[in-house]
């Protein structure tokens, strides 16, 4: 994960008041434009990891199981599911029964996979962030592993796109992302 991507998570998490934030180390999981040219997996995005929300909600239901939680949630929208098979309502339904046939813990807590975002444009998700309040200054988009938004890369443009559809100024792309890297940079 790039650091400006971990110190955005922190501080979402922070601002949400996260009580036990846990991050989980996966280095040998990369995204196939990190792999090298495949043509095997070619027609795919870059930022693909193979097999990935697999192995992430397999994960956090672990965690879930541990602490007794009932929802994992993930915050995949409309757009993730024309490009990402697995971010489609089949694999969610299907990953959700798997998990709870392993576990008669997380069928007593009524374990579900919630994805309050997926019919929403990213787009449509900007402007109920605003909405909301949410600091949209700690957000972060960029692939690449800067501390600072790149602006060229798919990330960067699917957020300016997306702020620009809103119709919301993006506080990160109006501060030049200056204040921005001296925060990453501070902690
Ligand atoms: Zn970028």
Same mark, same amino acid.
């Given at each position: 994960?790039?650091?400006?991507?971990?110190?955005?998570?922190?501080?979402? +998490? #922070?601002?949400?008041?996260?009580?036990?934030?846990?991050?989980?180390?996966?280095?040998? !999981? =990369?995204? %196939?434009?990190?792999? @090298?040219?495949?043509?095997?997996?070619? @027609? !795919?995005?870059?930022?693909? %990891?193979?097999?990935?929300?697999? %192995?992430?909600?397999?994960?956090?239901? #672990?965690?879930?199981?541990?602490?007794?939680?009932? &929802?994992?949630?993930?915050?995949?929208? =409309?757009?993730?599911? #024309?490009?990402?098979?697995?971010?489609?309502?089949?694999?969610?339904?299907?990953?959700? =029964?798997?998990?709870?046939?392993?576990?008669?813990?997380?069928?007593?807590?009524?374990?579900? %996979?919630?994805?309050?975002?997926?019919?929403?444009? $990213?787009?449509?998700?900007?402007?109920? #962030?605003?909405?909301? +309040?949410?600091?949209?200054?700690?957000?972060?988009?960029?692939?690449?592993?800067?501390?600072?938004?790149?602006?060229?890369?798919? +990330?960067? !443009?699917?957020?300016? &796109?997306?702020? &620009?559809?809103?119709?919301?100024?993006?506080?990160?792309?109006?501060?030049?992302?200056?204040?921005?890297? $001296?925060?990453?940079?501070?902690?």
């Amino acid at each position: 994960m790039a650091k400006g991507e971990l110190w955005a998570a922190r501080r979402l +998490g #922070a601002a949400a008041g996260v009580e036990d934030h846990r991050f989980f180390s996966m280095p040998e !999981l =990369r995204e %196939i434009g990190d792999i @090298g040219p495949l043509e095997r997996l070619s @027609g !795919l995005p870059s930022t693909y %990891i193979p097999m990935k929300n697999s %192995i992430y909600y397999n994960v956090a239901a #672990a965690f879930a199981e541990e602490v007794g939680a009932s &929802r994992v949630a993930g915050g995949h929208n =409309r757009e993730d599911r #024309a490009v990402f098979e697995d971010t489609s309502d089949e694999f969610f339904r299907n990953l959700q =029964r798997t998990l709870r046939s392993g576990s008669a813990r997380l069928r007593e807590q009524d374990f579900r %996979i919630w994805r309050p975002l997926r019919a929403m444009s $990213k787009a449509e998700v900007v402007a109920l #962030a605003s909405r909301l +309040g949410v600091p949209l200054e700690d957000t972060w988009s960029c692939h690449r592993a800067g501390s600072v938004h790149c602006w060229e890369c798919d +990330g960067c !443009l699917g957020r300016e &796109r997306a702020f &620009r559809e809103a119709g919301v100024v993006d506080p990160l792309r109006a501060s030049g992302d200056r204040k921005g890297l $001296k925060r990453v940079r501070a902690g």
